[in-house]
T-cell receptor
């Protein structure tokens, strides 16, 4: 099973709302990632958690707040977003962030629209 | 830093072979990946190759790596309409905690 699940599939939120995106994997992977993807562009890395600790933060604005409650779950808390934050948010996982075989598996994404 | 380049579009007829090309810049030990993304979906890992290999075949997919030219290709044999998607080449350099670097993606259109 190489499945990464994400909820919700779609989310529409206003600029004053607080919402959360959720990601789950049961492959025993110890690295989890959040990416942002705009239309017709490649994914852009936002955060990396390795063994439940934040190891990479690619200068993401503080209105995005990641959380890793346990090795299977990854959340992205959203607050006071801007319309330009509208995008597809992808979660991914891999065995290890530095393992020699670095197969990264992606979830289906959450399509976020900020109004 | 790493840079990954791809052509943006490719159009082929159903039943023909498709060849999607990618170039990368880092000559360190690296893994190179091909991902497929259908409209509105996440990225599906198709295959990958380590930089000490020349070729890898998996059913209809053949990956060729030219290390001298830093050129990677993905050949899809007997292309079907279901292969229409964006294909991303990505590189992971095995040096420290470096992230996966994606190319801009090649949009493959298959004409019936």
């Amino acid at each position: 099973d190489t499945e990464v699940t994400q909820t919700p599939k779609h989310l529409v939120m206003g600029m004053t709302n607080k919402k959360s995106l959720k990601c789950e994997q049961h492959m025993g992977h110890r690295a989890m990632y959040w990416y942002k993807q705009k239309a017709k562009k490649p994914p852009e890395l936002m955060f990396v958690y390795s063994y439940e600790k934040l190891s990479i933060n690619e200068s993401v604005p503080s209105r995005f707040s990641p959380e890793c409650p346990n090795s299977s779950l990854l959340n992205l808390h959203l607050h006071a977003l801007q319309p330009e934050d509208s995008a597809l948010y992808l979660c991914a996982s891999s065995q290890d962030s530095q393992a020699s075989s670095y197969e990264q598996y992606f979830g289906p994404g959450t399509r976020l629209t900020v109004t | 830093g790493e840079d990954v380049e791809q052509s943006l579009f490719l159009s082929v007829r159903e039943g023909d072979s498709s060849v999607i090309n990618c170039t990368y810049t880092d000559s360190s030990s690296t893994y190179l990946y091909w991902y497929k993304q259908e409209p509105g979906a996440g990225l599906q890992l198709l295959t990958y190759i380590f930089s000490n290999m020349d070729m890898k075949q998996d059913q209809r997919l053949t990956v060729l790596l030219n290390k001298k030219d830093k050129h990677l290709s993905l050949r899809i044999a007997d292309t079907q309409t279901g292969d229409s998607a964006i294909y991303f080449c990505a590189e992971k350099v095995l040096r420290g905690n470096t992230p996966l670097v994606f190319g801009k993606g090649t949009r493959l259109s298959v004409i019936a």
